[in-house]
């Protein structure tokens, strides 16, 4: 079965400034697909970024990125210009290519400092 | 924002007792998901449907039930609730669960198991 491993449970960084959030996942597909959700204290899950495993390029959404590095099974995302609303728990998933079943990482709370 | 709801928000109950949680789309998405979340967990997947009675289990499906009898209506049964099953119940929708769909979450329900 895949798993995600989201190996910082807890970060802070200051306004304006940059952060990396990592992520790790194992599996034996060859196309999948991995997403960022956030979630603010209001609960709502959001989607923040996605990415589809045979695209290379790396997917970027305003002041948000990752880092796919396919070998390394690595999906790290960058917050660039931290805002105070950025401040959440941040999930990384994982979707096999026919799967309905969505693998979450156990969390990363960030908190953006003023 | 999609239009997911979930009912109720907020319920506590006692072991032993049954327990339905519901959950109503209005953007006539064939998938449907139950989740869970626990802290050091993410969500993890309960049940999915991919129509009208049609439902498959997912990784957490011991102890719970579902039903699908309308395309907008997803429910979630607890037999016999136990104090393990005290968690916040996401329920998600998708269009397709192959390609890149994305999943759009409810609000939440909070449940409690004294």
């Known amino acids: 079965a895949q798993t995600v491993t989201q190996s910082q449970p807890e970060m802070s960084v200051q306004e304006a400034e940059t952060v990396t959030l990592s992520c790790t996942y194992d599996?034996?597909?060859?196309?999948?697909?991995l997403f960022w959700y956030k979630q603010p204290p209001s609960r709502q899950m959001i989607l923040v970024i996605r990415?589809?495993?045979?695209?290379?390029q790396n997917a970027t959404e305003n002041r948000f990125s990752v880092n796919f590095q396919k070998a390394a099974k690595s999906f790290s995302l960058k917050i660039s210009d931290s805002q105070l609303g950025d401040t959440a728990m941040y999930f990384c998933?994982?979707?096999?290519?026919?799967?309905?079943?969505?693998?979450f990482g156990a969390g990363t709370r960030l908190t953006v400092k003023p | 924002d999609a239009g997911i709801t979930q009912s109720p928000r907020h319920k506590v109950t006692e072991t032993g007792t049954p327990v339905t949680l519901r959950c109503h789309q209005t953007?006539?998405?064939?998938?449907m998901y139950w989740y869970r979340q626990d802290p050091g967990h993410g969500l993890r997947l309960i049940h999915y449907s991919y129509g009208v009675k049609d439902t498959d289990k997912g990784e957490v499906s011991d102890g719970y039930s579902v039903s699908r009898s309308k395309t907008e209506d997803f429910l979630l049964t607890l037999e016999s609730a136990t104090s393990s099953q005290t968690s916040v119940y996401f329920c998600?929708?998708?269009?397709?669960?192959?390609?890149?769909?994305?999943?759009?979450f409810g609000p939440g329900t909070r449940l409690t198991v004294l």
């Open positions: 599996t034996s597909e060859n196309n999948y697909y």
């Open positions: 998600a929708i998708s269009e397709s669960a192959g390609e890149y769909n994305e999943q759009f």
């Open positions: 998933a994982f979707r096999g290519y026919n799967n309905n079943d969505m693998r």
């Open positions: 953007e006539n998405h064939r998938y």
């Open positions: 990415q589809e495993a045979y695209k290379q």
